[in-house]
Structures are given as structure tokens and as C-alpha cells.
């Protein structure tokens, strides 16, 4: 149903979770699913390659355990590592006779703290030496070139930092794809400024291993108050690591770091075409407040969106984030575009099997709407990136067992006669106003009833 947001702009009212239980007898429920239903999902599983996930026999396990795309990530590991790995992964593609999506995840906008590193024998690049941080700790972030890291300094690769805070911000330094089961995340809260020093103290203790990023909460509870960095959407490495993968493999999806304006996504679409890479899709990744408010314009470009969960968490108070992931997915299924989440099973870095909150977590967003899961620190690094396939997958294919679809193909009808009579009557309105205009807007349909009748009939997927 339409309706007027807070702003006073037409919104749409939508309901997020659809399922149904044809018995409500618990015997029927806890009877163990069945094993016999093959990898396949509904909800798409994209699987971060790294040390723990680049060999061929562990890329022929998750794929037998039903993983359909896998993720090249930018923003750490050298180019011929991914290059190796993507090898790896057509390898076990052959092997197996199951056919991958492949997608890059930009480095973008990210900062970082800049520690020297070793590389392992495997060619992944490590930081040796963790970090100890205590809680009341004075720590100094610096954006001078001249100085290395050190146990209570911190310098930041981007050279603007320091103009971008004030006293009472918090900043939070986390380890690269930080997970609940790691100690690595560290809040500081910014005591002053001096030329290109940061003086701040922890808020908590941390042990700061492996690399180091570097996020500018935003101080604002409802709007958007903080500067934001002037780094480039596709860094210079972005465009050469594309153009490169590009050229060797068939790269199916680009995750846009950091996509803040609908302009990002443009400029994300040229470059691609530019390269030749016009049937490479650009997914938004939402990873900010800025992200947030400008999301319909996002949206209406990209093909499709990844709620960054991890980075939104900060930018987002705890008590709204459901919330927010709620409207995000709506939003999605509305137009018809995929939507994955991040974030979902941290505790399988280090144990074989999840939490309850995790497994309960994964089954509401799929009920939701959720098209799909995005697995970071678990496949990459984790100890156990087979079982958190499997696992994963098996809750996807439980929850999918309840999932009420002709209700939600009926809503979504609803939905697009609604917005298709705001359309018409905002064009008669227009017609009406300058009849003196021979190409003032007509009233006529959008399509929009038709489109999503083609894209969400039940079984058409």
C-alpha cells in the first residue's frame, strides 16, 4: 500500500517475511531434513577465496556442498594469488562438472593502517606481530608518510584522516573480514587533533592481527554529518586487477565497495564497458550511512545489492539494524533486483558448526526475502569452509521448505498495480498542467505490472 514517508515522499508499505507451516506439530518440524535433496539452493551461496579455499580438491567440495559463485576479493592478496586461485577454481570446475559464477569485490574507498607484511608459502601476504591494546589506552593515528606502526601508533593510508574527525568521534579499527570469534576489533574515541595526529583512547581491549582497517563512524544518529574521503571508487589497482582477470577469466559480477550515489554505479558501468566487460553485472555493496539515504537511487541502476553487514553495523544503531536489513531486501524484491547479505555464520572461522543465533539469523533472512549469502571470513581463512557451505546451504533449503511463494508472488502483483497507478496518475497530473506541450508526458502504463508477473510467477525461477 502507498503511503507518505516522514520526508513527505511517497513510500510503499510491504510486508518482509512470508512463510507458512503446514502442521504445527513440533514432531514434524525437529524430523531431520533430508540429505537426498542435492547442493541446490533458492538462496545463492558466494563463497571468499583465500588460504583456506584456494586448493582444487577444497573448491570441488564446496561446490559439490553448493557453492554457485565465488568471490575474488580486491582489497587484500596480490594478483597472482587470485590469479592462481581462479585457476584452481576452473580446475574444479571441470573436475566436478558444476559450472561458478565468478565475482570482484573492490577495494574502493577503504582505508587501512599501513603495517609491513611477510608473505606465507602460499603467496598470501601475513602480518606476523599482533598488537596488544588495552582498554583506556592512549593509541595515535597519524596520516604522516614518515612513520611505521608501532604498539600504540597507528598510521593510516589516507593522507586526509585528520581533517575529517573532531573530539567525541568514534573510529573503529577492525581485522580485515573481522568476525564475532575474533578479538580484533578495536573502537577508539578521538581526543584531539594535532597537524596529522590522531589522539585517541580505547574503549575496549584488542588483540589487532593481520591487516587493519579503518572505519569513520558516523557521528550522527539520523542524518549524515561526517566528511567524507575524496578516495577514488576504483582505486588504480581496481583497474588494473579487472582489466587483468578480465582479460584471462570470464568475470560474471563486480561488488562496487563503498557505492555511496547512483553516480557511483555509473562510473562503475562505463569503466567495465570501457574494458570490454559489458556483460559483467555491478552489484552495490551498502556499506554506509550516505548509502543508506541515497539507496533508491542506487538501487534503480545497480543490478543488484549487497548489505554489507559488517560496515553498516557501525554506521547503524544495533536496535535499527533488522530493520534496516528488512527495508533493504523489500526494497529489492519490489524491482526485482538480488539482494545477498554478509555476515552470517562468524562463529564457523573456528568451529565446525554455528550458533543457534546464527542458524536463526540465516532462516529469517531467507523467509524475508534474502536472494542470496555472502560468505567473507569463513571461506577465506576459516578452518572449516566446507562444513559452513553445507551447513549454510541446509538451513537455505529448510527455511526455503516454508516459504509461503504465491503469497509473496500475490503482494508483489499488488505492489506493482499500486505503483503503477502513482505513475499514471503523476503523468495525467503532468498532461494536465502543460496541455500546450505536445511531448508532455501521456498517460500510459509502465510495464511494471507485466514485468514482475514474467519475473515472479511461482516456479518461473
Given at each position: ?18 512463510h507458512?507451516f ?18 541446490f ?88 606481530d ?5 582498554a583506556?589506552q ?6 604522516r ?45 578521538v ?11 580505547a ?60 553516480e ?6 562505463t ?6 566487460l ?128 504465491a ?45 514482475h ?9
Open positions: 500500500m502507498a503511503g507518505k514517508s516522514k520526508s513527505g515522499g511517497v513510500t510503499y508499505r510491504t510486508k518482509a517475511k512470508q507458512f503446514r502442521s504445527l506439530d513440533l514432531n514434524d518440524v525437529i524430523t531431520p531434513a533430508d540429505d537426498d535433496q542435492g547442493a539452493t533458492g538462496t545463492k551461496l558466494v563463497c571468499s577465496l583465500g588460504p583456506s579455499s584456494h586448493t582444487v580438491p577444497v573448491l570441488e567440495a564446496m561446490l559439490n556442498a553448493g557453492m554457485v559463485a565465488a568471490r575474488i576479493d580486491l582489497t587484500w592478496g596480490g594478483l597472482d594469488f587470485h590469479r592462481k586461485s581462479l585457476q584452481a577454481l576452473n580446475e574444479a570446475m571441470t573436475n566436478t562438472k558444476k559450472l561458478c559464477a565468478i565475482t570482484l569485490d573492490t577495494l574502493g574507498r577503504e582505508m587501512m593502517v599501513r603495517r609491513p607484511c611477510v608473505f606465507g608459502e602460499d603467496g598470501w601476504p601475513l602480518h606476523p599482533p598488537v596488544e591494546v588495552q583506556g592512549i593509541v595515535m593515528l597519524t596520516t608518510q614518515d612513520v611505521e606502526a608501532h604498539d600504540n601508533v597507528f598510521p593510516v593510508t589516507y593522507p586526509h584522516l585528520h581533517m575529517m574527525v573532531e573530539p567525541g568521534d568514534t573510529i573503529y579499527i577492525g581485522r580485515y573480514l573481522v568476525s564475532g570469534s575474533d578479538s580484533a576489533s578495536l573502537y577508539l574515541e581526543l584531539e587533533t594535532d597537524d596529522q595526529d590522531i589522539k585517541c583512547q574503549q575496549n581491549s584488542a588483540t589487532m592481527d593481520g591487516l587493519m582497517t579503518v572505519f569513520h563512524m558516523e557521528r550522527s544518529n539520523d542524518s549524515l554529518l561526517n566528511l567524507q574521503n575524496n578516495l577514488p571508487l576504483l582505486s588504480d589497482y581496481d583497474q588494473e586487477a579487472i582489466k587483468a582477470l578480465g582479460a584471462e577469466f570470464e568475470i560474471d559480477f563486480v561488488n562496487l565497495a563503498f557505492t555511496r550515489t547512483r557511483d554505479v555509473q562510473e562503475a558501468r569503466f567495465l564497458d570501457s574494458i570490454g559489458t556483460g559483467c553485472r555491478v552489484l552495490a555493496k551498502i556499506e554506509t550511512r550516505q548509502s543508506l539515504l541515497n539507496f533508491r537511487g542506487i538501487l534503480s541502476l545497480a543490478d543488484g545489492v549487497i548489505v554489507s553487514r559488517g560496515n553498516i553495523g557501525l554506521d547503524v544503531a544495533p536496535e535499527k539494524m533488522a530493520l534496516v536489513q528488512k527495508q533493504l531486501i523489500s526494497n529489492c524484491n519490489l524491482l526485482g533486483k538480488p539482494v545477498l547479505i554478509t555476515r552470517v555464520v562468524d562463529s564457523m572461522v573456528t568451529n565446525p558448526r554455528p550458533t543457534r543465533a546464527e542458524a536463526t539469523d540465516i532462516a529469517n533472512a531467507v523467509l524475508d526475502g534474502t536472494d542470496g549469502i555472502l560468505l567473507g571470513a569463513e571461506t577465506l581463512r576459516g578452518a572449516y569452509p566446507v562444513e559452513a557451505v553445507s551447513t549454510i546451504a541446509q538451513i537455505c533449503r529448510v527455511a526455503e521448505s516454508v516459504y509461503d511463494h503469497s509473496h508472488y500475490d503482494h508483489l502483483m499488488q505492489a506493482a498495480q499500486e505503483m503503477e497507478f502513482v505513475v499514471q496518475s503523476a503523468a495525467q497530473q503532468a498532461a494536465a498542467a502543460a496541455p500546450q506541450q505536445p511531448h508532455a508526458l501521456a498517460p500510459g502504463g509502465t510495464g511494471t505490472t507485466t514485468g508477473k514474467v519475473a515472479f510467477a511461482p516456479g518461473s525461477g
